[in-house]
């Protein structure tokens, strides 16, 4: 166990009646960093994710979560991989990113709640385009809302599942580039799935690879090596 | 027209379907509900037809019949793409059903068209106090499961990673929608209780942006409908249900124009 990390993995293993997709994982995520997690598509990627979010039961071995001062327990923001958003989607981007807030029941927000909203709004730019419709923005735009999102309720770790994939080359730099901000200015820790080895160098510190059940680590700068290993 | 006593029943009641319909409505467009709701309404038909062969009264029968079919349909659930033939099985079933009833409990045609077509003649005080707490009962779930419904019906991905019980969630909302089918059918009629379950929600959708105002919007729309519709019907002796439509329909249509013009 690390002296800093936010989540410690332990002796992890996911199996399906079919198949084991994570096979006795050690891991450790240190807090305020930035890591890319890589894998062929069916590698599990989504599943460890899944099992992080308590949506999976691990067959074996355990998750711990740090929580940092004051806080009970660790509260992480999910966005995603597949959203579908039509163009005739009513919500305003604003009434989108409230959804999240689900600790209360009231059918109206509770002023806090109402700050949260604002502040997570102000935190992906876009106080400006708050009332717009969802289903009338850009790609890159409906990408901040996703986030946003998941930032309503203050975590302490962001997952962003291929949240780059749909968007052209400029939009992932923006994105990639305001998810850097949140993580250097609110120590914000940040998983980041990806097939895209650039960003993945560009923006992140270190890299997990998954693959047949195993994860490596290292920083992203072994990144190619371990690619052309694998392929080898 | 309130000094007559079946016209205030009539008011009154339609005032708390109005408020239900229009409050359920928009989570039932919202879910894509639409078709089932209809489906839902012909099989009230079945069940109110059914409760006149048995002795039940018509809303009873109604109640059950689409309480238990809302949960027939709920544990199938269907894959997508298959979910709308298989309806339309169910429904066609149950029309038949609902006239094989209706001429084995040698009630005559008259009746017919009222659970069809609605009617508000004859409502009773006693009927009026049923139908007030059935919507009570409705407005009470639909607070209680509130912000989680509202996360799951409008943005369904979203809340399936927030370990919410979505299939339990899916459950309660059918059987609220039973519900609000059975206490809108009573004066709508079943076959056209869809539109006030469906049409004010829709509109709404065009006109709002936040689901508070589209509750607004929508519950706003079912009331002018009914009231005027009831207002109208009772002026010139035509069907009330004829007037809720077409109100129904030309508050569809100018909020469709509105999002047009808006747009551009
Ligand atoms: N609930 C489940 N039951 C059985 N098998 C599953 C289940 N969920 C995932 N799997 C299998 O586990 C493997 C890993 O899937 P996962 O979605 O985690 O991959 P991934 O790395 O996220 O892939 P992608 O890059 O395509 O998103 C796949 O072979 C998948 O078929
Ligand atoms: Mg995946």
Known sequence: MHKDSILDIEHLTVRFPDKTVLDDINLSIQRGTMVSL????????????????????????????????????????????????????????????????????????????????????????????????LGSASGGEKQRAYLAQALVNDPELLILDEATASLDVKAKNELMTLVQQLNQSDQLTVIFITHDFELAQKYTQRFMFLNEGKIETGPVADLSEKFLEAHA | MFVFEFMRNAFLASTFIAITCGLVGVFVVARNLSFLSHTLSE???????????????????????????????????????????????????????GILFLSLSNKNASYATNILFGSIVGISVAEVNQLILLSGIALIALLAVYRILVFDSFDGVGAASQNIH??????????????????????????????????????????????PSMLAFSLGFALIGVWLGLYLGYVTNWPVTFFIASIEVVIYLLSLIYNRWQTN
């Open chain 1, 38 to 133: 890589i894998g062929e598509n069916g590698a599990g990627k989504t599943t460890l994710i899944r099992t992080i979010l308590h949506q999976l039961k691990p067959t074996k071995g355990k998750i711990i979560a740090h929580p940092g001062a004051g806080r009970r327990h660790l509260e992480i923001g999910y966005v995603p991989q597949f959203r579908n958003i039509d163009t005739g989607y009513p919500l305003s981007i604003k009434s989108f990113v409230g959804l999240n807030r689900l600790k209360h029941r009231w059918p109206f927000y509770l002023p806090q709640e109402h700050a949260a909203l604002i502040s997570a709004l102000k935190r992906t730019n876009l106080l400006k385009l708050q009332n717009i419709r």
């Open chain 2, 43 to 97: 099989i009230g038909f079945a069940g109110a037809a059914f409760g006149v062969f048995v002795g039940l009264s018509p809303l009873n029968g109604m109640l059950l019949f689409t309480g238990a079919s809302s949960l027939i349909v709920g544990t199938l659930s269907v894959e997508k793409s298959h979910r709308e033939a298989s309806i339309s099985a169910v429904s066609s079933l149950f029309i038949g059903l």
């Open chain 2, 166 to 211: 979505r299939n339990l969630l899916s459950m309660f909302f059918l059987i609220l929608l039973a519900l609000s089918v059975s206490i809108g059918a009573q004066i709508v009629g079943s076959l056209l209780v869809f539109i006030l379950l469906t049409l004010p929600a829709a509109s709404a959708q065009y006109m709002g942006r936040s689901v």
